[in-house]
């Protein structure tokens, strides 16, 4: 049972221009969700979290957002840069769940030069 | 801070062997977790540790998955005996409180192979 879901394996964008991470969930009672980036052979790293009482988040480049009617949250980089090229994970937590997070499958996003 | 210390790095064992994974989380940090990274099943929560003391275990496969936290400052994963299955990286987070507003700091992670 896969509460949280990305469903794209891999993404492709040209540096300075967006890109867009998208996830899903199905537990309506997560009220939490994070996003972590990870490079090869280190762990994951944290980039940034929303509360399920706000739709928008911002911390430079990155901006998380959150439908929770549609259960659906995006992550956005702008202007995207080859660094970023990573596996990025879409990360759900909820009290009901003893606060355990639970992590999506991965996307890995290509930053082209 | 060194961040969030695992060792071994890499791990090869033959089946039916002890396997032990060790962990220092950042000093201050009082939860303590356990995942493992797998083609398969993606990043899965195996046990996680407040204070030291295990508040969830439910994640772990089987009988021969253990884990202790001795104290603040240690914590070890072990298996045995091991299986080819088990073949995985095993990542060790800290956090202070519950990690879900300023998530969790992971270690580099143990690379483990079962043959």
């Not at chain 2, 299986?83 to 969790?104: I, L």
């Amino acid at each position: 049972d896969q509460q949280v879901k990305q469903n794209s394996p891999s993404l492709s964008v040209q540096e300075g221009r967006i890109s867009i991470l998208n996830c899903d969930y199905t537990n309506s009672m997560f009220d939490y969700f994070l996003w972590y980036k990870k490079y090869p052979a280190e762990g994951p790293t944290f980039l940034i979290s929303i509360s399920s009482i706000k739709d928008k988040n911002e911390d430079g480049r990155f901006t998380v957002f959150l439908n929770k009617s549609a259960k659906h949250l995006s992550l956005h980089i702008v202007p995207s840069q080859p660094g970023d090229s990573a596996v990025y994970f879409c990360a759900a937590s909820g009290r009901t769940g003893g606060f355990k997070t639970i992590f999506g499958a991965g996307t890995r996003l290509f930053v082209k030069a | 801070d060194a961040g969030v210390i695992q060792s071994p790095r890499h791990e090869v064992t033959e089946m039916g062997q002890e396997v032990t994974l060790r962990c220092k989380p950042i000093s201050g940090h009082d939860y303590l977790f356990w995942y493992r990274q797998t083609m398969m099943r993606g990043l899965e929560l195996l046990i996680y540790f407040n204070n030291n003391v295990p508040i969830d275990d439910s994640g772990m496969p089987e009988d021969r998955f253990s884990a202790k936290m001795p104290n603040a400052s240690f914590s070890t994963l072990k298996i045995q005996p091991s299986e080819p299955r088990d073949s995985a990286v095993y990542f060790c987070a800290s956090s202070q409180r519950d990690g879900r507003n300023y998530g969790y700091t992971f270690g580099s992670g143990t690379r483990l192979t079962v043959v």
